[in-house]
């Protein structure tokens, strides 16, 4: 049901599930029966409690992990191994600590074959469209987590990879830095608008940034329990869109059924 | 503590303990100053002994000699280790099939090789350089062993997403991985070189330090064994300072103490 008309769609998720050995034997269910399909340029985000899956699914979409049941397809191609079309945004630092800002990006280009003078003008280049053009020979642990984050988006776009996975790209950040960041992103999106998947746990960032928002219960066997359009017009400013009305009735109608679908899964828990 | 006061006070412990040692061997505090001098001998004796050492140029041979197995048993050494530490992390039955003899060997004492490798290697520079490869060799071994083993999962999938191969990957992430942790034990390694190599002449050679402690100590030249210690911490001192050097300059991207980073 997931698959779009033509098997277009840049990412499906047919079905997955994906379940952890534990220590003993034991195994946790963490996703199941997860359908979700994101086109080409759309921007999808993805909210729910912590621990529910979100990071696992990205995982599972990166190809870094294996789902145990159901289908992850690329542009309609089952997937089998990595990923090689979509650029990964991960929660965690995941800079090389032992190379500049301006080194981490530039290799990102060494797979592809780029010579490494021109590496380095490119990387430069992002790194100057992300803010960072004084910060080019500073090594991660002299970056605070903002810049640390601005290095990893830049190491991922300056790809330019067809799919986008970014897992709370504005975690550690405080609000007025999430909005700056988050205009940075819609700008640099809307330039050649890649198929986004964005992993939050702020709603309201959420709304801000995407064009579809997908909610997930909690977890053991966690699944998706709403699918929301934001009909709000683009371009938008990540700040100013939520003075909206409109961004208060969709904001309203996810967070009344999220809350009733949270306390459904709670109480089928109970019983089950 | 300023660092003027910090060096004060390190120069002041120093003085201290050389005037206890002046005193108990110049004054008959415990029993006659001849029998106290035949075992301590004197901070000055020792001192114009050291003097008289650099002066006639003798020593600077045997600290070549000494030097020059330092090194070699450290460049041969880290070699070995970094080399099959690789390896080993990278080829996990290797490492499973390997492990008991690897444990086995590294808890050897290395003193008991030492005869060994004078028989197989004869008394020059290379028993002494042997002796000092077993000991860095496991070392360093170990660290680069844990270093590659333990790169951050996180990093190692993001390269792995940029889309590096197995030559990219080893380059840039397992590589300067295993060196961190190399340079971690630099001074460990180090140290335990020039260990190799002064034991190594001191149970058998005709050159070095060690062989000049020994030969002191063959006919009860306590003056002479205090004067080869000295020479020897000094030595010491100053091939740390320029491993310190080294570690600082290549490990500029390691966040210092604190978090605050090194200049
Ligand atoms: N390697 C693993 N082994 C066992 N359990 C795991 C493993 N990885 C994740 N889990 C479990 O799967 C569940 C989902 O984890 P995941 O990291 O995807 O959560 P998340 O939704 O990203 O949470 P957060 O918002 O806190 O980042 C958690 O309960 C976690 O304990
Ligand atoms: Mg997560």
Redesign the interface.
């Known amino acids: 049901m997931a698959d779009e008309p033509g098997g277009s769609a840049a990412v499906t998720l047919a079905g997955v599930a994906i379940a952890f050995p534990l220590a003993g034997g034991a195994i946790y269910q963490a996703v199941q029966g997860i359908d979700l399909a994101v086109r080409p340029g759309e921007f999808v985000a993805i909210v729910g409690p912590t621990g529910c899956g979100k990071s696992t699914l990205l995982n599972a979409t990166?190809g870094?992990l294996q789902p145990s049941a159901g289908r992850v397809s690329i542009f309609g191609a089952p997937l089998s191994g990595?990923?090689?079309r979509?650029?990964?945004l991960?929660q965690?630092?995941?800079?090389?600590?032992?190379?500049?800002a301006l080194d981490n990006v530039a290799?990102?280009l060494?797979?592809?074959g780029v010579r490494r003078g021109e590496a380095l003008e490119r990387a430069t280049q992002w790194l100057t469209r992300v803010g960072l053009k004084t910060f080019l020979g500073s090594?991660?642990?002299?970056l605070s987590g903002g810049q640390r984050k601005r290095v990893?988006l830049a190491?991922v776009l300056i790809?330019n990879p067809e799919i986008l996975l970014m897992d709370e790209p504005f975690g550690p950040l405080d609000a007025q830095t999430r909005q700056i960041m988050g205009n940075l992103l819609l700008n640099l999106w809307a330039q050649d608008r890649k198929a986004v998947l964005f992993v939050t746990h702020d709603l309201e960032e959420a709304i801000a940034l995407s064009d579809r928002v997908v909610v997930m219960s909690a977890g053991p066997a966690a699944t998706i329990i709403g699918d929301f359009r934001v009909g709000l017009d683009r371009p938008r400013d990540a700040a100013e869109i939520r003075l909206d009305p409109e961004f208060h009735r969709i904001h309203k109608e996810i967070w009344s059924s999220l809350r009733a679908e949270v306390q459904k899964a709670y109480a089928f828990g109970e019983a089950g | 503590m300023t660092r003027f006061k910090l060096l004060l006070a390190q120069i002041g412990v120093g003085l201290v303990l050389l005037a206890l040692w002046h005193l108990v061997t110049n004054y008959p505090i415990f029993g006659t100053v001849k029998n106290a001098q035949f075992f301590f001998s004197t901070p000055g004796d020792v001192m114009l002994r050291v003097v008289r050492e650099f002066a006639s140029g003798e020593i600077w041979r045997h600290l070549w000699i000494t030097l020059q197995e330092t090194v070699l048993a450290f460049v041969f050494g880290a070699g070995g280790g970094i080399l099959m530490g690789f390896l080993f992390a990278r080829r996990e039955l290797l490492a499973a099939v390997f492990d008991p003899y690897i444990k086995a060997a590294n808890a050897l004492p290395r003193v008991v090789l030492a005869p060994i490798f004078a028989l197989w290697f004869g008394l020059g520079i290379w028993s002494k350089v042997a002796l000092g490869f077993t000991l860095v060799f496991f070392i360093v071994f170990f660290n680069v062993y844990q270093g590659v083993r333990e790169v951050?999962p996180?990093?190692l999938?993001?390269?792995?997403?940029?889309?590096?191969?197995e030559r990219?990957l080893l380059r840039?992430?397992y590589w300067?991985?295993a060196l961190?942790w190399m340079f971690s034990s630099l001074h460990t390694s180090v140290g335990f070189a020039l260990v190799g190599a002064v034991v190594g002449e001191y149970l058998g050679s005709s050159a070095g330090l060690g062989y000049k402690i020994q030969e002191a100590e063959s006919v009860f030249d306590v003056t002479g064994v205090f004067a080869g210690m000295v020479i020897l911490a000094v030595f010491v001192l100053v091939i740390d300072s320029i491993v310190t050097v080294i570690e600082n300059r290549l490990l500029?991207?390691?966040?210092g103490p604190g978090?605050v980073?090194k200049s």
Do not use: C, I
């Open positions: 990166a870094l990595l990923n090689g979509s650029g990964y991960f965690a630092d995941a800079l090389m600590p032992w190379k500049t290799v990102a060494e797979p592809q090594y991660p642990h002299m990893a190491q790809r | 951050s996180t990093v999938a993001n390269a792995r997403m940029l889309g590096m191969n990219q840039h992430v300067p991985a961190t500029v991207w390691r966040p978090g980073g």
